[in-house]
C-alpha cells in the first residue's frame, strides 16, 4: 500500500489517500473517494510505501489516474454548471 499526497476539491485540500499501486506521480489527476463522495485531484508527492503495519491517517482512498473518459465526464459536468450560472443571471 501506497501513501499518496493529493490537492483535491474545490477548497482545493491537500491530504493523504491509500493508494495500491506505485504508478502514480506528481502532477497527475486522479480521482480520490472522500466523505464527500468521489472528487478530483491532483497528485502533490509521488507515492510513499506504507508498512503493513502502519496506521497513518488518510482523508480516503485514490480510485484511479484519470483517464480519458472522465476527462470528457468532467468536461461535460462543468459545462452543465457553467450553464446553470448564466441560466440564473
Not at 25 to 44: F, I, M, P, Q, S
Not at 54 to 70: A, F, I, P, Q, Y
Amino acid at each position: 500500500m501506497y501513501l499518496v499526497t493529493v490537492r483535491y476539491g474545490i477548497s482545493r485540500t491537500l491530504a493523504n489517500f491509500k493508494y495500491p499501486y506505485s504508478d502514480i506521480k506528481v502532477a497527475d489527476k486522479c480521482l480520490v473517494k472522500t466523505d464527500n463522495g468521489t472528487e478530483v485531484g491532483t497528485v502533490y508527492f509521488n507515492p510513499q510505501v506504507m508498512s503493513p503495519n502502519e496506521t497513518m491517517e488518510t482523508s480516503g482512498s485514490v480510485l484511479r489516474k484519470m483517464t480519458t473518459e472522465d476527462f470528457k465526464q468532467l468536461e461535460k459536468i462543468n459545462k452543465e454548471k457553467i450553464s446553470q450560472i448564466f441560466a440564473y443571471t
